[in-house]
């Protein structure tokens, strides 16, 4: 079986980094990669979009929103990829989660059997981390496998 190393992407200077690392290590250990994306938010549920049809609210800007989000999530895993290969890493693989991103990443780790996850120290959510503890940090904490952090 083949070893897979889960690179988690935002677009962030680190993530541009934990790229290089990652094909790196992809080279060196024959790994395949799988660059992730996580959209940090979901489809409204079903229930509160009936209400807010009920009730006439704008729906458009939750969905443009989310829309706008998976776009740049696929724009981001494409890009990763392009680097990845121009890096010499033949089996790359691209997804896009949804939802709340510490658990799309270790969900998406334990669906690809990754042995490790390398991602960037700081996305592009700084503030956020450093009052509610970083996304790396929480990673590190609950991943089952090795999970590689980059500055």
């Given at each position: 079986m083949?070893?897979t190393?889960?690179?988690a ?5 680190h ?22 994306h996580?959209?940090?938010v ?13 009730e006439n ?6 969905y443009?929103?989310w ?8 724009a981001l895993?494409?890009?990763a ?12 693989t691209?997804?896009?989660a ?8 270790i ?11 390398v ?6 959510s700084?503030?956020?981390?450093l009052?509610l ?7 590190s ?11």
């Amino acid at each position: 079986m083949t070893d897979t190393i889960l690179l988690a992407v935002d677009g962030s200077e680190h993530a541009w980094k934990a790229l290089e690392v990652a094909a790196d290590l992809a080279s060196s250990r024959g790994a395949r990669v799988v660059a992730l994306h996580v959209v940090p938010v979901e489809i409204m549920p079903e229930e509160l979009r009936t209400f807010a049809q009920v009730e006439n609210l704008p729906l458009e800007e939750e969905y443009a929103r989310w829309h706008d989000s998976r776009l740049l999530g696929d724009a981001l895993t494409r890009e990763a990829e392009t680097r990845l290969k121009a890096k010499g890493v033949a089996a790359v693989t691209t997804r896009v989660a949804e939802g709340p991103v510490v658990t799309g990443i270790i969900e998406t780790a334990g669906e690809e059997a990754a042995s490790m996850i390398v991602m960037g120290s700081r996305g592009l959510s700084d503030a956020a981390g450093l009052f509610l503890g970083s996304i790396s940090h929480r990673v590190s904490h609950l991943a089952s496998c090795t999970v590689v952090v980059v500055k």
